[in-house]
């Protein structure tokens, strides 16, 4: 073969092998899938409690009440896609953690990451501390989207140790949503808390500063039942994973149809067509170097010992 048509058939098989990588990347199909998507019409707001007593090993065995909480709203958010999640947060004091948002990653790192009250940080719980932030967020979230439905989801133990917020009511909040649910957890006979931030037993349990005893949270299902009342809506008490399509279930969600991402997936992808092609040419320029080293290396032998010749 001349120089000049291994030249040219070099170069034309570097040119396809860069053609046939771009082609794989795009990845190329016939037709379009027909995937209907249904996206929930919704803002969700999230009131969580995030005082110490949500550390109360009590929830499904000895788990912390916030581990189930966790999960509960993990799975909420994947039965309603589409919806838009905010997270508010009260303890010592109501702030919103998280916007109203689309992006279900950022609401399940804002639940995952959530970063309970230490020992003796607070100045008491009150399941009502949230309600007058809520009420200037859903008031917000009304003014900019009106088109959008709006339900609350409260989320605690129900345990009051004060009475500063006595006046508050659920109640300021109930004409600003169409639904919504009440998820309590714990128990009333209660448990211990740990006192460490990674809710172990590395730094024991909470202290009662009355007694000196280990601490004991009870859960006060009837406030929050009284709190589901005042709201209009559903209340469960959860003891376990699983079942949150019940709860979504409840709000009498509308949905509307939609797509994500760019475009519909193509009906017959030809990626591992061009795919071929492209691991062919790879074998072919390997073979092509292999060759020019063995040549390579051949050049370089004594002319007597050189492949092909006779030692005379």
């Known amino acids: 073969m001349s120089p000049t048509r291994s030249w040219t058939l070099l170069v034309a098989r570097r040119i396809g092998i860069a053609v046939a990588f771009v082609i794989v990347l795009l990845r190329p199909g016939i037709g379009q ?35 189930g909480v966790q999960a509960d709203l993990d799975e909420l958010s994947a039965e309603l896609p589409g919806a838009r999640f905010a997270l508010l947060t009260f303890g010592a004091e109501a702030r919103l953690t998280l916007p109203f948002t689309t992006d279900v990653a950022a609401f399940g790192t804002a639940v995952e990451t959530i970063d309970l009250e230490r020992p003796n940080e607070g100045d008491g719980s009150s399941a009502t501390r949230a309600v007058t932030e809520a009420v200037a967020v859903l008031e917000r979230a009304a003014e900019q989207r009106p088109e959008r439905r709006r339900i609350i989801v409260v989320v605690g133990d129900g345990e009051d140790t004060t009475s500063a917020d006595g006046d508050q009511s659920f109640s300021e909040v109930a004409d600003l949503v169409v639904g919504g649910a009440v998820l309590g957890y714990g128990t009333t006979e209660g448990a211990s808390m740990p006192a460490s931030d990674d809710l172990d037993d590395d730094l024991g349990y909470v202290e009662d500063p009355d007694t000196g005893g280990t601490a004991v949270s009870r859960a006060d299902p009837d406030n929050l039942e009284e709190i589901a009342d005042q709201l209009d809506v559903r209340f469960l008490q959860r003891s376990a994973p699983g079942g949150i399509d019940e709860v979504v279930d409840s709000f009498g969600t509308s949905y509307v149809d939609g797509e994500r991402g760019a475009g519909r997936p193509a009906a017959h992808e030809l990626t591992w067509l061009f795919g071929l092609v492209l691991l062919g040419l790879v074998l072919l320029e390997l073979r092509a170097g292999w060759r020019a080293l063995w040549r390579s290396q051949d050049a370089l032998l004594p002319a007597g010992a050189r492949s092909g010749e006779d030692e005379s």
């Open 33 to 67: 899938a027909d995937v209907a998507t249904q996206l929930a019409d919704v803002d969700v707001l999230v009131v969580l409690d995030r005082t110490r007593s949500m550390a109360a090993l009590d929830h499904d065995g000895r788990q912390p009440r916030i581990t």
